[in-house]
Nanobody, 121 residues
Framework: QVQLVESGGGSVQAGGSLRLSCAAS????????MGWYRQAAGEQRESVAS???????NYADSVKGRFTISRDNAKNSMYLQMSSLKPEDTAVYYC???????????????WGQGTQVTVSS
C-alpha cells in the first residue's frame, strides 16, 4: 500500500520561512510528476508547484520567486522551501504524486493527508 506523508508545517510570522517534506513509501515501481497543492479554508484546492523526475519545475504565479520545489528520486521524496511567507499562503498543503506500483501496472495519483501552514501578519 502506497502512502504519502507530509511534514514540516507549522505557524510562522509573515516574512518567515518553512520547509515542507513529502515521503512516499510502500510498493512503488516508479514515480512520475510530483506536486504540492494547497487548500485554504472555504477555497478550492489549487496547485502550488510541480516537478518531474528530471527536475523540471512549474510554479503558480502567486509563489514564483518565493517557493522552491525539489525532489530526491532515490528517497522517493519531495520538498517545498517556502520563503517570504504571506498571510495568504495560509492553507493545508498536500503532497501529490503520479506513480506506478508495478512495472506494467497503471499509473495513479496519490495524495498525502495534508499539513497545516499558518502565516500570521
Amino acid at each position: 500500500q502506497v502512502q504519502l506523508v507530509e511534514s514540516g508545517g507549522g505557524s510562522v510570522q509573515a516574512g518567515g520561512s518553512l520547509r515542507l517534506s513529502c515521503a512516499a513509501s510502500g510498493s512503488i515501481f516508479s514515480i512520475s510528476v510530483m506536486g504540492w497543492y494547497r487548500q485554504a479554508a472555504g477555497e478550492q484546492r489549487e496547485s502550488v508547484a510541480s516537478i518531474t523526475p528530471g527536475g523540471m519545475t512549474n510554479y503558480a504565479d502567486s509563489v514564483k520567486g518565493r517557493f522552491t520545489i525539489s525532489r530526491d528520486n532515490a528517497k522517493n521524496s519531495m520538498y517545498l522551501q517556502m520563503s517570504s511567507l504571506k498571510p495568504e499562503d495560509t492553507a493545508v498543503y498536500y503532497c501529490n504524486a503520479l506513480l506506478r506500483e508495478r512495472q506494467w501496472g497503471p499509473s495513479r495519483y496519490y495524495w498525502g493527508q495534508g499539513t497545516q501552514v499558518t502565516v500570521s501578519s
